[in-house]
DNA sequence: ATTCAGGTGCGAG
DNA sequence: CTCGCACCTGAA
């Protein structure tokens, strides 16, 4: 069990914005401590993260580990620049320069991407919490490393529904099977085409386009992968006053943007909830997604 | 009580 | 191949 006080902080260039980065949808696991802090693993490590301006310091990983979470690298900040251009993003980019893409581990994120169908941001936390607490390495009282697909692949379906997994606990079961089995190599897909990428995520039991799109960009460097769900598609229309549906919309995204496409849907989803959230702004309902 | 939540699997046309 | 529908669960 490594204490995260007990080596002397890295300090990660921002601008880095951990509340946004960490609980925008991409991670399922921070835990917001006191102030700006945040504790969580990575890997197997227990990290705690201070947000401390526009840097961050670090404790309890060593700078490689944490520059290879937060992509704390020069394409990274040459994609923000690029989209920055375009009017449709500036203004989001403008007001929150600090959102980042993460690498997260394969696995663990398509544990959570799997949770998210037909599911809501709370119960998702929920259960990866759950999950991980129950089956994962303990890192201290409170904190767990994510359990191995081999270790999940051996839990049976009752208790992952304990966990709340629901329905999706069969999917969920069978999933780690595969990815156990060595059917799908999710560490080779690093870096692959979106297509290619997405091809071999979706013979995983509860893991269609969509879900597939956001392991490939959260976890696997697909950068024009452009996951499209129902604030997307709303954020896209809005921008471009026009109707999408959800094929199109994101071959839309890529002619537009390209190897950026991915960063830019992160802009668009983040803003389309942060402007329901809005406090003051009538709500607005989000339409049923058709198609 | 109903509805909704970052979709997916399934069977029918 | 496209379309419609059911689906664990709990919070509003």
Redo the contacts with the bound molecule.
Sequence with gaps: MNEPGAARPVRLAGPLDLAHTLQ???AFRWRREEGDAFLGAIGARLVRLAQVGETVEAIGAPRAALARYFRLEPADAQRRERLARDPVLAPAIRALPGLRMLRQDPWETTVAFLT????????IELIMRALARAHGEALSEHDFAFPAPEHLARVSETRL?AA?????AP?LREAARAVARGDVDLAALRGASRDEARASL?A?????????D?IALFALDVDDAF?V????LRAMEEAFSRAFTL?DCAGFARERWGNDAGLA?QYL?HAARMRAAAPGVARV??P????
């Design positions: 925008g949808g991409q998210s169908a037909n599911n809501n941001v709370p119960r529904r709340g997994l629901g329905y999706r999917f979706v995983l039991p509860g893991v269609g386009p969509k879900v597939a956001c996951p769900d129902r604030w997307v094929k849907q989803f309902k989000m049923p997604m058709k198609g």
